[in-house]
């Protein structure tokens, strides 16, 4: 059972200073560009026309409900845990069909502590993808396994499932998907290889909250499933956050003790373990933007259908949702052959766009000792070349959108015709 940390506090002074400082924490954290910029064209114009990202009119959007949140902890004092995060871990299990969800600090503790549950360690081998942020691979060195990676599909940019069963070897332990951009993996697949050989299957869902594979929510498709609740994703904490879904009770008790300490019952530790835990506050506030959700998913999509339109005979090519899949449009990305050079024309208008991600992991100075060189995954290295994501969020006006989509028509009219993926 979840625990609050409660501290009592009657300095008033204190705790509205507190309240002040959440309530306009989004707006902190960069109204316009936030959090993972890099690659973000123009997080520094001077004139920025079209910013890549707003969290600043979202929350204005939900304020009132935001404010009463974070008074509702300050209230009950508990910072760490407690009734907030126990009703947001329910309510997130339900929307993603799950029996168990384990919130936690981050999206990589997600990823971590799935990979424990699972029983990874050193000696064994996780299969996953070059194409993602770095955090899909550092976790698996984290436990003291090895990464070994497999190319991606150019249409949907995400694991490539006919890739798995030649990487396979009598170490490999689980097989680590990324549903990236909001697009769920060609799981069924992936589950049929997994099965036949015995491994478990740990989903990278970072991006893919509410996203839905074959009219499955994804969260409960693989043995575990790894969410971010970073403050730039889908549904985004005011603050660092992360958790694990699954159906398998043993995984979700052992991911429960690896986040407090290895604790059974307060101050008995049975295992080696973390602190992990999510804070009352982030429990909280993704417990009123989960209401929020669906109609956010459904404004993206809106967006995406305008910019399609408008992008459909252009020279540039345009996101594609598979046929299995319901994509949730984290991040809208383009791909051409003279990225940079439309970049340069969209941040000189005013337009910050964004690259995720312009260096594979594989080729990463900090992850050279992979083994891996140039040239080992085509597919993801013509994706880090090539892919620019346009901004993207569920209040951005469709006169925005239609002002990114002519400066993107104006700087490609020229251009050879793209043709990068098959």
């Known amino acids: 059972m979840s625990?609050?940390?409660?501290?009592?506090?009657?300095?008033?002074?204190?705790?509205?200073?507190?309240?002040?400082?959440?309530?306009?924490?989004?707006?902190?954290?960069?109204?316009?560009?936030?959090?993972?910029?890099?690659g973000h064209a123009g997080s520094r114009m001077a004139?920025?026309?079209?910013?890549?990202?707003?969290?600043?009119?979202?929350?204005?959007?939900?304020?009132?409900?935001?404010?009463?949140?974070?008074?509702?902890?300050?209230?009950?004092?508990?910072?760490?845990?407690?009734?907030?995060?126990?009703?947001?871990?329910q309510k997130f299990a339900a929307l993603c069909g799950a029996a168990e969800c384990v919130a936690l600090n981050s999206g990589t503790s997600a990823l971590h502590l799935a990979l424990l549950a699972a029983g990874v360690g050193p000696g064994d081998n996780v299969i996953t993808v070059p194409f993602t942020f770095v955090a899909s691979v550092a976790a698996v060195l984290y436990t003291g396994a090895r990464p070994v990676l497999v190319d991606i599909d150019s249409r949907s940019f995400t694991m490539d499932a006919a890739a798995i069963e030649a990487a396979i070897t009598p170490h490999t332990k689980a097989i680590l998907p990324v549903h990236l951009y909001g697009q769920p993996a060609d799981m069924d697949p992936i589950m049929e290889v997994a099965r036949r050989k015995g491994l478990v299957v740990i989903e990278d869902a970072a991006q893919a909250h509410g996203a839905k594979y074959k009219g499955h929510t994804v969260g409960s498709i693989g043995d575990m499933t790894c969410f971010s609740f970073y403050p730039t994703k889908n549904l985004g904490a005011y603050g660092e956050g992360g958790a694990v879904t699954t159906n398998n009770a043993d995984?979700?008790?052992?991911?429960?003790?690896?986040?407090?300490?290895?604790?059974?019952?307060?101050?008995?530790?049975?295992?080696?373990?973390?602190?992990?835990?999510?804070?009352?506050?982030?429990?909280?506030?993704?417990?009123?933007?989960?209401?929020?959700?669906?109609?956010?998913?459904?404004?993206?999509?809106?967006?995406?259908?305008?910019?399609?339109?408008?992008?459909?005979?252009?020279?540039?090519?345009?996101?594609?949702?598979?046929?299995?899949?319901?994509?949730?449009?984290?991040?809208?990305?383009?791909?051409?052959e003279d990225r940079d050079g439309l970049q340069a024309v969209l941040t000189a208008e005013g337009i910050q766009t964004g690259i995720h991600y312009p260096i594979p992991v594989h080729l990463q100075p900090a992850y050279g000792d992979l083994g891996y060189g140039l040239g080992a995954f085509p597919h993801a290295e013509a994706a880090a070349k090539q892919v620019l994501s346009l901004p993207l969020y569920p209040e951005l006006s469709s006169q925005a959108v239609a002002q990114v989509a002519a400066v993107v028509r104006r700087a490609v009219a020229h251009k050879t015709p793209v043709a990068v993926s098959s």
């Not at 935001?66 to 871990?89: K, M, P």
């Open 3 to 38: 625990r609050g940390f409660v501290w009592h506090s009657r300095n008033t002074g204190i705790c509205g200073a507190l309240i002040r400082k959440a309530s306009t924490a989004n707006v902190q954290l960069g109204g316009h560009v936030t959090g993972d910029t890099a």
């Open 251 to 336: 995984f979700a008790r052992t991911i429960r003790m690896l986040r407090d300490w290895g604790q059974d019952h307060k101050y008995h530790h049975v295992m080696r373990a973390y602190n992990y835990r999510m804070e009352g506050l982030q429990g909280a506030v993704l417990g009123v933007k989960l209401r929020h959700l669906e109609a956010w998913t459904e404004s993206r999509r809106a967006v995406v259908r305008q910019y399609n339109e408008l992008l459909a005979d252009c020279e540039v090519e345009t996101p594609k949702e598979m046929p299995w899949a319901r994509h949730v449009y984290h991040v809208y990305t383009l791909r051409s």
């Open 47 to 89: 004139n920025i026309q079209v910013p890549y990202l707003d969290l600043r009119a979202q929350y204005q959007s939900i304020k009132p409900e935001i404010d009463a949140a974070i008074t509702r902890v300050l209230d009950s004092c508990q910072y760490v845990l407690g009734s907030e995060v126990v009703a947001f871990e």
